[in-house]
């Protein structure tokens, strides 16, 4: 269940805090297959943003590592990593994932295919708009 939703005229926004979406709860994927035995449970983004407003489906997956320790920071990329390959999003869904810093740890937003970004909470919020208006891509590319 998400922990906010926004009805919008053009569909609807959702957001999940540290839990994944139910079509994602897969017992067979590849963290849950290989940590079962030991007892791991999912692995779980700080925010997972839905925005339904057809014909677009698009997910972000926000991982918040607000941190002034660079090593912290860029620890983040590799969970983003998991998350692209532990969640395959349907192929009628577009998936960006973002790390998100503090300010002074980075010059300017960075991306990588209109997939990965690293930013600022600025940054995300642009983001998060962009998304909402369909602008997405626009703003991934001026960040690459």
Same mark, same amino acid.
């Given at each position: %269940?998400?922990?906010?939703?926004? /009805? ?11 839990? !994944?979406? +139910? %079509?994602? #709860? ?5 963290? #849950? ?9 999912? $692995?779980?983004?700080? =925010? ?10 698009? /997910? =972000?997956? !926000? +991982?918040?590592?607000?941190? =002034? ?18 969640? =395959?999003?349907?192929? /009628? !869904?577009?998936?960006?994932? %973002?790390?998100?810093?503090? +300010? ?19 940054? $995300? #919020? ?12 626009? !703003? ?5």
């Amino acid at each position: %269940m998400p922990c906010l939703t926004a /009805e919008l005229i053009e569909g609807v926004w959702s957001c999940f805090y540290q839990t !994944v979406p +139910e %079509m994602y #709860r897969n017992s067979h994927s590849p963290y #849950r297959t290989l940590t079962r035995s030991p007892g791991g449970g999912y $692995l779980r983004p700080d =925010l997972w943003l839905l925005t339904d407003i057809p014909p677009l489906s698009i /997910e =972000l997956l !926000v +991982e918040c590592k607000y941190s =002034l320790k660079r090593g912290t920071v860029t620890a983040g990329v590799p969970q983003i990593l998991a998350y692209w390959y532990e969640y =395959l999003p349907p192929a /009628e !869904v577009e998936r960006i994932h %973002m790390v998100v810093c503090p +300010e002074t740890v980075i010059n300017r937003p960075q991306s990588w295919q209109g997939k990965l970004a690293l930013g600022t909470p600025d940054h $995300l #919020r642009t983001l998060v708009a962009a998304t909402i208006q369909g602008r997405a891509a626009e !703003v991934l590319g001026n960040w690459a």
